[in-house]
């Protein structure tokens, strides 16, 4: 099985190793038409500007929300932003993926970024590390948003049909589980 | 709040990769940074062409205009301190920037010690030119490595030969025996257990980024071809005929530094590159770059 890592900027290639590990072959996107080979999408944490701004530059805008209609989609924090229906942020302006808003740098500069236990909701492992850089939060929820992880009582993983959106990165923590639970399951 | 791992630290130079970091002396230029698609800025009164210019002694930016940087922008926003100056360094921790570069840019404060890093909750980057230096940097903390070149000079040819060494030094760790480690550690300078690590692994254990003379998006593309995993722009934008447009191809160029097509398309439409010196013509006792223990 291929699936593609959006590789314009950011920490695609810890996606790449994560992918490898649960016998997956990663395919660096960084052209529209290099979405013809692959079965599903990551979209990597990185800046969510950068991500933005290189999107909008490269026409990308249009295959990858075509391509995300029919495939699954796994983002993680910059990743979660461009899912996102809604951001706080002019600059941004993301790809509906997901009925989700989301707030950028929500827990503050780097100073605040951390590690913490998160609860799981649909996964045999209840609780696992989560690594949270410059994270985002997700503001509000929309119908049948299902959500996948907690940390505080407050949601910091969702998913609907085959998108599914992570605030943290599971890819720094090297825990597979989600992106096996969407690839792979 | 306990001071972050050191994985966290790392984390955030993770999500910098494949990404540019500009360096810019107002808000203004840092709006122009991010507009162009910059993945951070580096905050510093004076770009490296400017100091060298100027002569005197180089210090921590005013914090003012780093707040009126972070004010500016949603991208992390970085500035320099001293070598060993670890009060500049507590300074800018306060300040909340998000990446703090030990900088050889500046007048060192200390000419044996460099910082303990390892006591911030905030990353810091630092410079090396081979891999001993680069080791030494991580033992004492550093999250993030960049090649130093020779900053403010918009001649590349200094930061190839960064790159280069600490490629083939790694490189030469990889295939030689665990009894050869510790002579190998004593000659690099550096600490046994990354040299260990190295040896295993081929990489360095952070990420490493180029910077010091990079001044077009084929500068950038050189860079990443060599082994860089981003770029540092100092001077090269802001020194240009055209800063928005440059910035916005070092971007470009950074991404797909690989598609010779595409950047012939990237270079075509800019204007003239900041001039740049010769590294002959800079005294040695002048040259950046020597600055490091």
Not at chain 1, 17 to 44: K, S
Not at chain 1, 163 to 181: I, N, R, V
Not at chain 2, 65 to 79: D, E, G, N, R, Y
Request: charged residues 20%; proline residues 5%.
């Amino acid at each position: 099985m291929k699936i593609g890592v959006l590789a314009l900027q950011g920490d695609f290639e810890k996606h790449s190793l994560l992918l490898e590990q649960l016998g997956i072959t990663p395919v660096r996107i960084r052209y529209p038409h290099d979405l013809d080979t692959v079965e599903g999408l990551v979209f990597p944490g990185g800046e969510s500007t950068t991500l933005m701004h290189l999107i909008e530059q490269n026409a990308f805008r249009t295959p990858l929300s075509e391509f995300a209609a029919s495939h699954p989609v796994l983002g993680t924090c910059a990743g979660l932003i461009l899912m996102a229906t809604s951001v706080d942020d002019s600059r941004i302006n993301p790809l509906g993926l997901l009925d989700i808003d989301a707030r950028r740098n929500a827990y503050g500069r780097q100073v605040f970024s951390f590690t913490d236990q998160i609860q799981l909701t649909h996964f045999p492992d209840q609780r696992v590390s989560a690594t949270f850089i410059r994270a985002p939060k997700i503001t509000r929820i929309g119908t049948g948003i299902e959500i996948l992880a907690t940390w505080k009582n407050e949601p910091v993983g969702v998913m609907s049909g085959n998108h599914m959106a992570l605030s943290f990165h599971p890819e720094l923590d090297g825990y597979s589980g989600f992106h096996k639970y969407l690839f792979l399951s | 709040m306990s001071n972050p791992s050191f994985e966290v630290k790392v984390g955030l130079a993770e999500m910098l990769k494949g990404g540019v970091i500009m360096d810019v002396m107002s808000a203004d230029q840092a709006k122009i940074a991010e507009d162009a698609g910059a993945a951070a800025v580096m905050a510093l009164e004076r770009i490296p062409a400017l100091i060298r210019k100027d002569g005197g002694i180089a210090r921590m930016s005013n914090p003012s205009m780093i707040l009126a940087i972070q004010k500016t922008v949603s991208i992390p926003v970085m500035a320099k301190c001293r070598i060993g100056h670890f009060a500049e360094a507590q300074i800018l921790e306060a300040l909340e920037v998000d990446f703090i570069d030990e900088s050889e840019v500046l007048t060192p404060a200390d000419e044996a010690n460099h910082i303990w890093k390892h006591d911030y909750k905030i990353p810091f980057v630092c410079g090396a030119r081979d891999l001993g230096e680069a080791l030494r940097r991580i033992g004492e903390g550093a999250a993030m490595i960049r090649t130093k070149g020779e900053a403010g000079s918009g001649n590349i040819v200094e930061a190839v030969r960064h790159m280069r060494r600490v490629q083939s030094e790694m490189k030469q760790l990889t295939v030689m025996g665990h009894d050869e480690l510790m002579a190998q550690a004593k000659a690099l300078g550096a600490p046994f257990t990354l040299v260990e690590t190295v040896a295993k692994t081929g990489k360095l254990p952070v990420p490493n980024f180029a910077a010091g003379g990079i001044a077009t998006p084929a500068d950038a593309s050189l860079m990443m071809q060599l082994g860089a995993e981003s770029v540092f722009v100092g001077s090269g934008i802001f020194m240009s005929e055209d800063p928005p447009a440059r910035a916005k191809a070092i971007v470009e160029a950074t991404t797909y530094y690989d598609d010779p097509k595409k950047l012939a398309k990237i270079s075509g439409a800019l204007k003239d590159a900041m001039k740049g010196i010769d590294i002959a013509d800079i005294p040695p006792e002048q040259r950046l770059q020597e600055r490091g223990w």
